[in-house]
């Protein structure tokens, strides 16, 4: 099971970190990731991280802003948001797979809920 928390109203420029949290069965090939869906738009990859080794991959939206990172003692990815941008408001996802193709949502097989980011300009 994942769990998303961090979300919430920010201004433009300023930064969040959202947090993943994983529990149950962690399989050490798991890549946790993160989607985001804006209003009327296609949910999106945004960056995996690999649960074992933490080898990371970003979309090119991220920009240099985002990084993902990796708690195995406490079975958290988190995802750090700089420079925070309107066009990144969203619904933030994190999703597992096993699949070696972590960067399209349609091999992710496990699902968080979801946390609301919303940026004001």
């Known amino acids: 099971q994942l769990q998303a928390s961090g979300g919430g109203l920010v201004q433009a420029g300023t930064s969040l970190r959202l947090s993943c949290a994983v529990s149950?069965?962690?399989?050490?090939?798991?890549?946790i990731g993160w989607f985001r869906q804006a209003p009327g738009k296609e949910r999106e990859f945004v960056a995996a991280?690999?649960?074992?080794?933490?080898?990371?991959s970003y979309a090119g939206s991220a920009g240099g802003r985002f990084a993902i990172s990796k708690d195995n003692a406490k079975n958290t990815v988190s995802l750090r948001m700089d420079s925070l941008e309107p066009e990144d408001t969203a619904v933030y996802y994190c999703?597992?797979?096993?699949?070696?193709?972590?960067?399209?949502?349609?091999?992710?097989?496990?699902w968080g809920q979801g946390t609301q980011v919303t940026v004001s300009s």
């Open positions: 999703a597992a797979t096993q699949s070696g193709v972590f960067t399209m949502q349609g091999y992710y097989r496990e």
């Open positions: 991280v690999t649960w074992s080794g933490g080898r990371t």
């Open positions: 149950g069965r962690i399989y050490n090939n798991y890549k």
